[in-house]
């Protein structure tokens, strides 16, 4: 009996996975629900974000946001603490003033180590 429950587990997480991997499944995506002042939406497609440099009020929450509008990218913003892909589509976070790089976060492809962007918070 045991052996079948572990057998259905494992199915269920793969099941999991393979959602988690889905790039339209947009209703199972984890939103960050916590209040922020403004939101900052960022665009992907193969292999670019719509825009090089993105600016933000220091000390201030703001909700980050991604669009994946080709491709199935990821956004890492480094040292921010800010993680986006399909799967978690928002956080809200607050950064000190300072320029952050913003980089796709899933290897997508020939395009990929040229999906960079800066945000400055100021
Ligand atoms: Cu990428």
Not at 38 to 57: C, G, H, M, S
Not at 79 to 103: D, E, W
């Amino acid at each position: 009996m045991r052996k079948k429950w572990t057998a259905v587990l494992a199915a269920l997480t793969l099941v999991g996975m393979l959602a988690a991997c889905g790039g339209k499944n947009d209703n199972a995506a984890e939103q960050d629900t916590a209040a922020a002042s403004q939101d900052l939406v960022i665009r992907a497609t193969n292999w670019k974000f719509d825009k090089t440099e993105y600016r933000v009020p220091k000390d201030t929450p703001i909700r980050y946001m991604l669009e994946n509008e080709q491709g199935a990218h990821g956004v890492e913003i480094e040292k921010a603490g800010v993680k986006l892909s399909n799967g978690k589509k928002s956080k809200v976070a607050t950064l000190a003033a300072g320029t952050y790089t913003i980089k796709c976060s899933i290897v997508c492809g020939q395009g990929h180590l040229s999906m960079q962007a800066k945000l400055v918070v100021e």
